[in-house]
T-cell receptor, first 113, second 111 residues
Framework: DADVTQTPRNRITKTGKRIMLECSQT?????MYWYRQDPGLGLRLIYY???????NKGEISDGYSVSRQAQAKFSLSLESAIPNQTALYFC????????????FGSGTRLTVV | RKEVEQDPGPFNVPEGATVAFNCTYS??????FFWYRQDCRKEPKLLMS???SGNEDGRFTAQLNRASQYISLLIRDSKLSDSATYLC????????????FGTGTKLQVIP
């Protein structure tokens, strides 16, 4: 099994719909993140969580919300999807040391029509 | 100036060639540095951390130049399987929330 699992892998949804992307990890790490990737813009942080009771906004949190259901689970919701939220979304986890890299999930390709 | 800048490429190199990428960063207080590899439509995967003294992993060598604020990645004896986009990642002061990803440099190794 993958260290970080994201579901669904692909999703097409209509404008205005609520959608949830799910992420689970088996690394045993406390830190989890949601990023989106757009062509030419690199990865941008949406939300991050250092433990179950800690949720923080990243640089582009508007229009998104998250839930940390357990140490291993971190879900991202789009409350009312809009076309410019069409992107590749990645969940990641990391250890606590600064020189500890990220482990990413395989991504969710979301298209809002 | 962008916080982290990379030449987007593509770098088209023949098999067996040596190729190097640079990545510049703007915050002199940045604390840790990484190179990730990303295949098309796949997740980024950690290639290597970059240490002040430089570090090597097989055909890959990473260097950090704090004075000029750049990191580099050297790939020797390029393989077709090295074709990918290489992301520079800089972790600034303040911890994780200052992690900045470069937009990547695309490498295409040609037979």
């Amino acid at each position: 099994d993958a260290d970080v699992t994201q579901t669904p892998r692909n999703r097409i949804t209509k404008t205005g719909k609520r959608i949830m992307l799910e992420c689970s990890q088996t690394k045993g790490h406390d830190r989890m993140y949601w990023y989106r990737q757009d062509p030419g813009l690199g990865l941008r942080l949406i939300y991050y969580s250092f433990d179950v009771k800690d949720i923080n906004k990243g640089e582009i949190s508007d229009g998104y919300s998250v839930s940390r259901q357990a140490q291993a689970k971190f879900s991202l919701s789009l409350e009312s999807a809009i076309p410019n939220q069409t992107a590749l979304y990645f969940c990641a986890t990391s250890g606590t040391a600064l020189n500890y890299g990220y482990t990413f999930g395989s991504g969710t390709r979301l298209t809002v029509v | 100036r962008k916080e982290v800048e990379q030449d987007p490429g593509p770098f088209n190199v023949p098999e067996g060639a040596t190729v190097a990428f640079n990545c510049t960063y703007s915050n002199s207080a940045s604390q840790s540095f990484f190179w990730y590899r990303q295949d098309c439509r796949k997740e980024p995967k950690l290639l290597m951390s970059v240490y002040s003294s430089g570090n090597e992993d097989g055909r890959f060598t990473a260097q950090l130049n704090r004075a000029s604020q750049y990191i580099s990645l050297l790939i020797r004896d390029s393989k077709l399987s090295d074709s990918a986009t290489y992301l520079c990642v800089v972790n600034g002061p303040g911890g994780y929330q200052k992690v900045t990803f470069g937009t990547g440099t695309k490498l295409q190794v040609i037979p």
